[in-house]
């Protein structure tokens, strides 16, 4: 999965490539916040960008893309179906709803944002399985490049496909040192699933890890660096967030270093630091 990452690309099992580092926009506000941000990071190199309904700044990011003067086909835009919305028809108005809100004709990738839903805990299976029927609808009509799923481990994972026609290109995880999910890794890797890695700072609680800031100074790198280039070596695919212009520039230069094997392996033994979001299977949203 990761052989071309010197071409700052992976390549989904569809065929299509996808940037391999995106712009995550969670916590940004909508507006002129979120407008600038997503503008300064277009600027500033990157060509993908995260957001999702719940994010609530879908207007903002269309509004800052647009802005940018990017060439809508030069980027990749990812949304995600909130929780409240489930099965066939109601998801693709919902669809619908995100392409008005970000003023757009097709997303790139749409993503189920997570697998049980606290309003359709008793029967998840089901509504995931008409919920992936749509999505597969979207892909086959053109309307969206790649379909995949968020914080789904393996049990959820395994439901879908037990049905599924397309196998989900992404599965978007929390995924930073200190918190591998080995189990879900594992599963996406033998399917062929492209895993994104959302907090790969850990939401900020890694940048004073010692170890890891031992390692940037090592490498004359900044901590957040460390993170997310052992993270691309990994073959995963980092969403970096920051409303801060010398970060947001910070974390995409990525491509001119590399993490030793004994170093990578030394950050892969870091002690555990759990979870900073939810449990999947029992989130209370
Ligand atoms: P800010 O938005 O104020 O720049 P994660 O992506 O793991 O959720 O972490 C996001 C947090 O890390 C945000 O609080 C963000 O702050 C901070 N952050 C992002 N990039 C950097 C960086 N290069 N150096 C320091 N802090 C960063």
Same mark, same amino acid.
Request: proline letters at 5%.
């Given at each position: ?145 790649? =379909?995949?799923?968020?914080?789904? +481990?393996? #049990?959820?994972?395994?439901? &879908?496909? *037990? !049905? ?61 660096? =460390?993170?997310?280039?052992?993270? +691309?070596? #990994?073959?995963?695919?980092? &969403?970096? *967030? !920051? ?43």
């Amino acid at each position: 999965m990761n052989e071309k990452i010197s071409e700052n690309t992976y390549t989904l099992h569809n065929q299509v490539e996808i940037p391999c580092v995106g712009f995550g926009t969670w916590q940004v506000p909508d507006g002129e916040t979120a407008a600038n941000a997503v503008m300064h990071a277009i600027e500033a190199g990157y060509t993908h960008i995260d957001t999702a309904v719940v994010y609530h700044n879908e207007i903002g990011v269309g509004a800052g893309i647009r802005m940018s003067g990017a060439a809508r086909e030069k980027l990749f835009v990812t949304s995600k179906l909130w929780n409240d919305v489930r099965g066939y028809d109601e998801t693709l108005k919902e669809f619908g709803n995100s392409l008005k809100r970000l003023n757009m004709d097709y997303l790139d990738l749409f993503l189920i944002h997570w697998p049980r839903p606290i309003a359709f805990r008793d029967n998840y299976e089901e509504v995931n399985r008409e919920t992936w029927r749509a999505f597969e609808h979207l892909l086959n009509e053109g309307y969206v490049r790649a =379909i995949g799923v968020s914080n789904f +481990l393996p #049990k959820h994972l395994k439901a &879908l496909l *037990k !049905s599924a026609e397309v196998v989900p290109m992404i599965d978007q995880i929390e995924f930073h040192p200190g918190w591998m999910q080995p189990e879900t890794v594992s599963f996406c890797e033998e399917h062929g699933i492209l895993v994104e890695a959302w907090s790969p700072l850990g939401s900020g609680k890694l940048l004073s890890d010692p170890a890891l800031v031992t390692l940037a100074e090592k490498y004359n790198r900044s901590t957040a660096q =460390i993170c997310l280039r052992w993270c +691309l070596q #990994k073959g995963k695919l980092p &969403l970096p *967030k !920051s409303t801060t212009p010398s970060r947001i520039e910070e974390n995409l230069r990525l491509f001119d270093f590399q993490i030793s094997k004994e170093d990578s392996d030394l950050i892969d033994g870091l002690a555990c630091v759990g979870r900073t979001g939810s449990d999947p299977d029992n989130a209370k949203f």
